[in-house]
């Protein structure tokens, strides 16, 4: 035999409650009169009730509650007023989560419980609010609501929920009557949610009835720092311009303030304010961290050169003990893993950076070029009569150079990358370095040949000490150098003069600047002085690591050897 399970699903109501929700009041009527039972549930534990409330028929609830109080249910007017579905939703829950206002006025008449929670802990109010219902808001509070219990797993209260959809309407009549500060499970206040989410008229309601705009979650993060980590440009100007604190530390792990936040997610627009307002100590302090750091982090280069033009420090504090970063520069670095530098870098090494012995690893101990290029297209080398710690040059405004201790750990660096001395040489030599700065033991032993004979190109070999001289021809006994044939005789007078010229000059000027081309000789010897007709040497064995293995093994296996 086949069994009718129709009844069981949501659709099948009893004729009175299908009545209800169509709003067919007469039918209902009919019906109720002719002794249809008001208790009747479907599987949601809907009843008559129910179906006219959600449906907003005014009329339907009058007629359900009119016969439910002349006894057409048997539990009396009040308690089927009061009747819960299974997921614990009352008749007035489900009109004022509807908007239907003048069923929740009827309701409330005949004595619904204003305050029913549901299974989920909501209610009637929190339903209107959530809904955006204003009118029902205004009745429901003017009849008693509970305004200040929490409603979610969260802890929200119904203000919290009013900023989070942007009622501001709402929120105009809950702030009057509940608790501003109240917070949930996060000590999240409703006016962090609103600086949150950028709620900005919500935002301006609460701090204009006096909530606190410096109040601060769990996690110590502020109003101000959450309005900037999220981009909420108009909130953030709202909340400094009411006395919002940028310099209040809002992390526990590390000093982090508003300023940290914007740079890290390239808010631009917030960064430019904050900048203003902010201490510049945390560009400064040891115990701080530059928001450059963050900023480079994030790959947020736009922030990067805001902070840099802005006067923030290319050399920010060493933080090594609270992040493991001992420089913003060495931080970008260690991020360029795609490209040989990353933007970040250039702007650094733009705006002066200082040039540590990691640095000069990342830019010799590679067969790529591009790093090493961008440091020379922005510092220049001192010439060896100018060697102190900070020199000036008048032909190359816009570019400083590098001071005593740069210029010894870029040699230290050269020295102990020998092997690819044919990438890094020819750079150097032709951005103004002195060559007898690498006339050391080391270079000579170690140097291939073509390496080793660019080099010698720009010396007079024949005035080399005998130490030297005897490793030359240690090596070219062993048959591990072949020397120029020139090398073997005295070198030619064009040569002597042309070093003699790049002394004289100086050897950046020499090279980088027209200033052959000012002298009273035939245009063709400019090449010639310029050392152009040097063939450049090639790399013969390119490196097979990656760059970041190379300078493990550097920093690992590294003498430092004395030079200048």
């Not at 440009?233 to 936040?261: E, R």
Request: charged fraction near 20%; charge should be negative; glycine fraction near 6%.
């Amino acid at each position: 035999m086949m069994m009718d399970f129709t009844e069981c699903h949501g659709d099948t109501v009893s004729g009175v409650a299908s009545a209800a929700r169509s709003g067919c009041r007469r039918r209902l009527r009919r019906l109720i009169r002719g002794g249809h039972s008001l208790d009747c549930r479907d599987n949601r534990g809907w009843v008559a009730l129910h179906e006219a409330a959600a449906a907003g028929s005014a009329g339907c609830v009058q007629e359900v509650l009119s016969a439910a109080g002349a006894g057409g249910s048997p539990r009396g007017c009040r308690a089927y007023v009061n009747s819960l579905t299974h997921e614990g939703e009352s008749a007035c829950y489900l009109a004022a989560q509807r908007g239907h206002l003048a069923v929740v006025r009827l309701l409330l008449k005949a004595h619904s419980n204003i305050n029913q929670p549901t299974n989920d802990s909501s209610c009637p109010l929190y339903a209107a609010v959530d809904g955006g219902h204003q009118e029902v808001v205004e009745l429901l509070v003017g009849e008693g609501a509970e305004v200040n219990r929490t409603h979610t797993p969260s802890c929200w209260t119904c203000l919290h929920q009013a900023v989070f959809k942007g009622h501001s309407d709402i929120v105009r009549i809950l702030v009057n009557v509940c608790h501003l500060e109240a917070l949930d499970d996060h000590n999240i206040s409703p006016l962090f949610v609103a600086a949150q989410y950028g709620k900005q008229e919500c935002l301006e309601i609460l701090i204009n009835a006096g909530a606190n705009v410096n109040i601060q979650a769990a996690d110590l993060a502020t109003p101000l720092l959450i309005a900037s980590q999220e981009g909420h440009q108009a909130c953030v100007d709202l909340l400094l311009d009411h006395g919002a604190d940028p310099n209040k530390d809002c992390s526990n792990d590390w000093p982090q303030f508003p300023i940290h936040a914007a740079a890290e997610f390239g808010h631009i627009g917030v960064l430019r304010r904050l900048i203003a307002v902010t201490d510049r100590v945390c560009d400064r302090d040891d115990n701080m961290v530059s928001p450059l750091y963050v900023a480079i982090h994030s790959h947020q280069s736009k922030c990067v050169e805001l902070l840099l033009r802005e006067g923030y420090s290319p050399n920010a504090q060493d933080c090594t003990r609270s992040l493991g970063l001992s420089s913003p520069l060495s931080f970008a670095l260690c991020h360029s893993s795609i490209q040989p530098y990353s933007e970040s870098v250039r702007l650094l090494v733009a705006a002066g950076v200082r040039l540590a012995e990691e640095t000069w690893v990342h830019a010799l101990a590679t067969d790529k070029t591009d790093l090493l290029e961008l440091i020379l297209e922005h510092r220049l080398i001192p010439r060896p009569d100018t060697l102190t710690s900070h020199c000036s040059v008048s032909h190359h405004p816009g570019k400083t150079v590098l001071t005593l201790q740069e210029l010894r750990e870029l040699i230290c660096v050269a020295l102990s990358q020998v092997r690819l001395a044919a990438c890094w040489l020819p750079l150097l030599l032709k951005a103004g370095l002195e060559p007898s700065l690498l006339l050391q033991p080391h270079m000579l032993e170690h140097a291939d040949t073509d390496a080793l004979n660019y080099l010698l190109q720009f010396v007079n070999w024949s005035t080399l000490s005998a130490p030297l001289k005897q490793i030359l021809f240690q090596r070219k006994v062993e048959k591990t150098w072949e020397p120029f044939p020139d090398f073997d005789s005295i070198p030619r007078l064009s040569n002597i003069c042309r070093l003699k010229l790049r002394a004289v000059l100086g050897p950046d000027r020499l090279m980088r600047t027209s200033a052959v081309q000012q002298l009273p000789v035939p245009s063709l010897l400019h090449s010639f002085l310029q050392f152009r007709d040097v063939p450049e040497a090639s790399l013969s064995h390119p490196p097979a690591s990656p760059l970041l293995a190379q300078i493990r093994v550097f920093f690992d296996t590294h003498q430092h050897r004395h030079v200048l």
